[in-house]
C-alpha cells in the first residue's frame, strides 16, 4: 500500500483532519483536505469541530488552530518547522516595548507566536491586513510587529503612520526588483503578482500585492493568461494546478521557503500513527492569544 492510501485511511479512522498552507510540498497539498493562506487555515481551524487536525504549515500556524479550537488535539507533524520571522519578535522586547508605549495599539501579523499574541491588541493576516488597519481610528499610534515590508507596504497604500519592528521573511527578502525585472523582460505582457511581504521596491514593480490566497483568487478570475509569481514557489503548483489553462513563471532564483518544506508524507503519516506531535500550549496563553485573533476574525 502506498504511503498516501496508509495517510487516508488512518485519517478515516481517527477522524482527523488535515489542513495544509500553500507553500508546502506538493504531495503534502495532494493529501491534504483543505489548503490555504494563514487567513483561511484560521477560519477552517476554527469552524472545523474536528477531533483531531493535523497542521501541515510552519508553528505559528499550528498554534492559532490550537488557539481557535483548543478541544481538538492538534498535531504538527514536524516540530522543526518554525518562521523566522515570528522569531524575530521576541517576548522580552515585546514586553519592553509594551511598557514603553501605553498607549500605542500593537498590532500584530498572525506571523508571530503565541506567547507574543498574548502581549498585543490586535492580529491581521495579509488577506485582511488593510481591512484591520482601517479598523483602527485614525491619529492612533500603532506598532506594527514583526514584517516591516508588510508594514511599510500597508502604510503607503493606506496613508496611515506606524511604527515598525525591524522584521523581515528572508525569503520574500531575498525577491529583488532585478530579479523580478528579469522575469518581466522573459515574459513582456505577463501580470506580475507579489507577496506582500516583499520589499516595497518589489511591490512598486508588481500589478498587484497581495496574500497567497489574494493570488490565487485574482490569477482565477483575471482574463490575462501569463502571470509572474513573486513569493514562495509552493503556491505555482496549486496555481497551475487549478488553472490548467493559464501559465505561471516563478521567479529565479526561485523563492523556497525551507521551513515549509520541512513536513514530509511520513511526517504526516507518523504523525496519525502516533497521535503526536501535540502543540501543548498553557491555557492562559490560549485565552489572552485568543483576543487578538478573534478581533481580527471579527473583521471578515
Ligand atoms: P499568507 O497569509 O498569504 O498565506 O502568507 C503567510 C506567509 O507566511 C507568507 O510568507
Ligand atoms: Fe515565515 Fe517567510 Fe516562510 Fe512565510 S515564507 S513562513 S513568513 S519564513
Known sequence: MGIETEIQQLKQQRQALILAHNYTLPEIQDAADFV??????????????????VFCGVRFMAE?????????VVLHPNPRAGCPMADMAEVPAVERYRRDNPGTVLLAYVNTTAAVKTMVDICCTS??????????????KIMFLPDANLGRNLSAKLARPME??????????????????????????????????????????????????GMLKYARSAASKRFIIGTESGLVYRLKKENPDKEFLTLSPEPLCPNMKKISLDDVLFALRDLAPAVELPGEVIEKARRPIEKMLAMK
Open 127 to 140: 488577506g485582511n491586513a488593510e481591512a484591520v488597519l482601517k479598523s483602527i481610528p485614525a491619529g492612533q
Open 164 to 213: 515598525l519592528w525591524p522584521g523581515f521573511c528572508p525569503t520574500h527578502n531575498r525577491i529583488t526588483p532585478e530579479i523580478i525585472r528579469k522575469a518581466q523582460s522573459q515574459w513582456p505582457g505577463a501580470l506580475t503578482l507579489v507577496h506582500l511581504e516583499c520589499h516595497p521596491s518589489v511591490v512598486a514593480l508588481a500589478d498587484q500585492a497581495l496574500s497567497t490566497g
Open 64 to 72: 492559532t488552530a490550537k488557539i481557535l479550537s483548543p478541544d481538538s
Open 36 to 53: 490555504g493562506d494563514s487567513l483561511e487555515l484560521s477560519v477552517r481551524a476554527r469552524d472545523c469541530q474536528a477531533p483531531l487536525i
